[in-house]
C-alpha cells in the first residue's frame, strides 16, 4: 500500500497544493486528474519516492519513504515501474536495448528468455515485430506502449503512469482499461496521472471520486487479495467484474493469456 498524509508542495516559491491525503492498496488503479501544470507529474514523483514532499509524508509497506532508511526507498522505486510523459531516449536506442537494460535491471534475464518475454509483452501492447525500430522513429503512442512493455518486463508491484493514456490515443483506452485490469487482479497498484478521466472509463461504476487541491482522485477498480484457500469476497456492484461497457473480462500475468485477452477484447 501507498499512503500520502497531508501531502504538499512548493514549487518556484509558490505552493502548488497541501494536505493531500491518498491511501492506494493493493490491486487498486487510481486516475488521478487535473490541469496543466497543476503539479501532478511533481506529485507521481514525490508518490514514487523521488522528490520529498515540502510537508507531509508518504508510507509504503508500513515505512516512510522519506524519513525511513534509505535501503527502503531505493527497494520501493526497484519494485516500482514508471512510465514518464516523455521519454528521454538517445539517438540509435532500439526498442531491444530498452528491454536488454530492463532485463539488467532485474539482476539479468536469459537471452531466449528475454526474447520470449519481449515478444508477448509487445504483442500485447499492439507493437510486434517492432524490437528492432529505433525508439525516436516511433510515434507518441508506439513510443508510450513500447515504454509500457518495457516496464512490465519487470513485473513490478507498483506502476505510476505519467500521461500514458493521453499519449497512447484514445482508440487504446478500452485495450489499457483491460490490461490494468488484468494486472490489479494480481495485486498490482497502478496510479495514472492524467489530464481527464477517458470518456470510456467514465461507464465504470467508480468505487471513489474525489477532489483534493486541484485533482480529482478516482478509483477505477480494486481487487483485494485473498488469502490462499479462502473464498473470493463479492465483489461491489459493477466494477472489478466489469470493464466499460459492463463485459467481463479474463485474468493472468503480465505476458501470458489474461492480460492478452483483456487488452484484447476491445477489438472484438
Known amino acids: 500500500m501507498i499512503e500520502a498524509f497531508r ?4 514549487s518556484r516559491g509558490r505552493t502548488l497544493w497541501e494536505g493531500l491525503d491518498l491511501a492506494a492498496g ?4 487510481w486516475v488521478v486528474t487535473g490541469p496543466p501544470a497543476c ?6 514523483r514525490i508518490l514514487r519516492g523521488e522528490r520529498r514532499p515540502d510537508s507531509g509524508d508518504v508510507v509504503a509497506g ?6 525511513g532508511s534509505p535501503g527502503h526507498n531505493l527497494r520501493f522505486r526497484a519494485f516500482s515501474g514508471m512510465v ?3 521519454l528521454p531516449v538517445p539517438p540509435g536506442r532500439t526498442v531491444g536495448d530498452l528491454f536488454r537494460l530492463s532485463a539488467l535491471a532485474a539482476g ?7 526474447t520470449r518475454r519481449m515478444e508477448e509483452l509487445l504483442a500485447i501492447v499492439g507493437l510486434p515485430g517492432v524490437e528492432g525500430a529505433e525508439v525516436s522513429s516511433l510515434s507518441a503512442s508506439e513510443r508510450a506502449r513500447a515504454a509500457l512493455a518495457v516496464e512490465l518486463f519487470r513485473s513490478p508491484k507498483y506502476l505510476f503512469l505519467d500521461m500514458l493514456l493521453a499519449n497512447a490515443g484514445r482508440e487504446w483506452e478500452e485495450r489499457l482499461w483491460g490490461l490494468f485490469r488484468a494486472l490489479a487482479k494480481e495485486e498490482k497498484t497502478i496510479l495514472l496521472m492524467e489530464r481527464r478521466l477517458p470518456d470510456r472509463w467514465q461507464g465504470a461504476k467508480e468505487i471513489l471520486s474525489l477532489s483534493a487541491g486541484p485533482f480529482t482522485w478516482s478509483r477505477m477498480a480494486a481487487f483485494p487479495p485473498q488469502r490462499q484457500g479462502a473464498p473470493a469476497a463479492p465483489a461491489p456492484s459493477g466494477v472489478p467484474g466489469d470493464r466499460p461497457g459492463g463485459e467481463a473480462g479474463g485474468d493472468g500475468t503480465p505476458g501470458q493469456d ?3 485477452r483483456e487488452a484484447t477484447k476491445g477489438e472484438e
Open 7 to 10: 501531502v504538499g508542495a512548493v
Open 26 to 29: 493493493d490491486g487498486e488503479i
Open 39 to 44: 503539479g501532478k507529474t511533481l506529485l507521481m
Open 62 to 67: 508500513g515505512e516512510s519513504l522519506y524519513r
Open 84 to 86: 514518464p510523459e516523455y
Open 108 to 114: 539479468g534475464v536469459v537471452a531466449a528468455e528475454r
Open 258 to 260: 489474461g492480460p492478452a
